[in-house]
Structure formats: C-alpha cells, structure tokens
C-alpha cells in the first residue's frame, strides 16, 4: 500500500509529475484516467475538503440483485474486482454480463467517501475525458454535500412522523372496534332476552330463532378476529423492512377485526405513500444540487462542462422522460439540462479564464489498495514518487501534463 508522503514546497514545481508517474506504475490502466480526473477535480477545488476513494466495477449492486436477487451476494460482488473463472465461476459471470449487458451508472457513497463507476459506464463514453470527469465530479459532489447522510436523517425524521400518524389511526381503529363490541354484546343480549321471553310464552320458534342469531354473531365475531390475527402476521412479514417506529406503531392493532385491520391499513399505505413520495423529491433535489456543483468544480479545473450535456444525453437515450414524476428519483432529461445549462451560463467567467490561462495545480496526496483497485485522494499535500514507465497518455495530454 503506498504511503502518504509529503513534497517540500521548495521542489514541489520540479517534482509536480512525479506521482502521476508512480500512479501509472501501480494502477490498473482502467483506472487511472478516473484518478487523474478526480486529483484534478479536487486540487482545483480546495472547497473540497473530504477524501474520495474511487474504484472501476463490472457491475453494481443494483444491477446484480435484478440478475440474482440475492442481496448479501450481491452486496459483496460489487466490492471485488473482477475475477477469474476459475477463482469463482458465478461472479465471474455476473460481473462479464454487468459489463456486456448492464446499464451505465455510478454512485457515490458519503458514508465511506466511496465512488464507484460501472464498466458499462466507462464503455459508454470511450474516450470522452470531458464526459467522465463530470461523471466524477457528480459523484464528489454527493461525497461533498454528503448527501447519504442527508437522506438518511430525513428519512429517519418522516418514518418518525409517519409512526406518530399510524398510532393515531389505530387508536381510532380501536375505539371503533369497541363501539363495535359493544353493539354486538347488546345484540347478543336482546338475542337472548327474547329467546327466553319467547320460551317462556312458548312460541318455541321464535326462541330457537333469538338463539341462532347469537351463535352466528358470536361465530362472526370469532371469524373476524381470527382473520384480524392471520391479516396482521402477513402485515408483520411485509413490515420487517420497515423503520423500527413504523413497524412498532403497525403492532398497535394487533386485536384488531379483520374488517378495523384493512380498514386501518389503507390510512398507513396512505402515509408510507407519502413518505416514499418525500425521499424521491429529495432525491431529485440532490441530483440537481450535484448537477449544478459539477459544472463549477469542472470549470474551476479547466474541464469542459458540456460534458455533462452528453452524460446526460447518454443516460436518457431511448428514455422520453423530459420531466420526472413523483415516483422518480432522478429529474427528468429536459429538468437536468436546464439546471446545467444555468451553472454553464453562472460559471461563465471561470470558464472562459481557465480556457485561457488552463489550471495546473500540484498533484494531491493518494493512496492505492491493490487488493480492492480502488484509489483515494486526499485533499491537500502532496506525493513524491519515483519515475516510472509511462502509460495511458491521453488523458495526460487531455490534462495538458
């Protein structure tokens, strides 16, 4: 594993291409152009203060559990490498039909400070340097803002909120079903005074009558209890994945009748509707902010941001979707373009300067894990590494060093 290494800054303009080149010697060819983007990205933006580890991925967690549906494997597959057939048969075939097959995608996890950029992504953009690095500078702006974090907090606020209105719809539910018991012991009663009433007159008919009313309230009233219980234990099930406070609140109406239980649950899929709702909005919120946080990391690192036109091109080919609906996690193809055209236009002055006078600030600290090919950037410092063989000189030259 390299060491972080600091430059004197005396000879930090003599030594400037030296990490570049050790980099070269350590990473996978694939991967470097995304470490040289992303060193780029942040040396030119000192606003950006959090490390970024980046990794090159066959396939994604996402796309592996629609392929096997088998969530603890696929939480691991999209970690590792590629492998070799003969190491692991299936993972080498999930991770071939991810990158022959899969979609392009990248994600960005803020709790690890973790981007990951499929191959199908990579394959998608060839050598659109400009394409990609937006790409990572999307992602870093997710690391940035920390996004995961965000999301994770209102989530945890709205499931809270979400609880407080299904206790409040079970206890109607109960008080409901106590009128309700009510009523039938009072039926039951009349039931039973009549039949006695009649028995003693004797008009017997009548008498058996009154009491096979009761039994079949009484039978009712034991069926609807009975399927209450078996509804709850199917709602249990569906619940497990639930927020702890949700699935507290839905225990609320265990005792419930079948018929307070469904009508219950219509009020809660109402509010998990609504709570799923909100986590889309925010979403869709972050992918713009991301969006608009791109084009001025871009154009403070010299980098084209239209760029990001074509990435987003890209992603929507064969999708008509201009503008997203409720249910959607991205904003839609026409919403994306707009908010970057708008950050074109706001950074114009930056761009213009740095299409003149091109950034060349010095290479940041990094670290490379050979085992997981993944490479960290840290912000600030600088690396001192030893001249080795060259590879990969088109981004190099995109970069202009």
Known sequence: MHAI?????????????????????????????????????????????????????????????????????CSVVAELPDVNKQDHLMIWALQVAGTTAGAPNAFAQSSNNRIIINKALDQAFGNDLAAKACVVAHELAHLQEDHSKQMKTALAQWNVDAAGKINAATRNAHSANKGKQFWSAFAMVTNAASAGLNASTGNTSAANQANANNEILAARYQADQAMGRALMQKIYQVAQGQAPEVFKALQGMEGLPASLVARTMKDVDGYLAQVNTQVFALSRQQEHEADSLAVSYLAKAGIDPDGCLRVIAALHRGVHKPIANSQDTHPGEQERNQVIQQAITANAAIIARSKSQPPKPAALAYRYDPRLEVETVFPGGKLQGGLKKPANADVDSFLGK
């Open 5 to 73: 290494a600091m430059v004197p800054e005396a000879v930090a303009s003599t030594a400037v291409s030296k990490p570049y080149q050790q980099a070269k010697s350590e990473l996978p060819e694939s991967l470097y152009p995304y470490y040289r983007l992303l060193d780029r990205i942040m040396a030119a933006n000192p606003a950006v203060n959090q490390q970024a580890t980046i990794g090159l991925r066959s396939i994604d967690e996402s796309s592996c559990r629609l392929m096997l549906g088998d969530a603890a494997i």
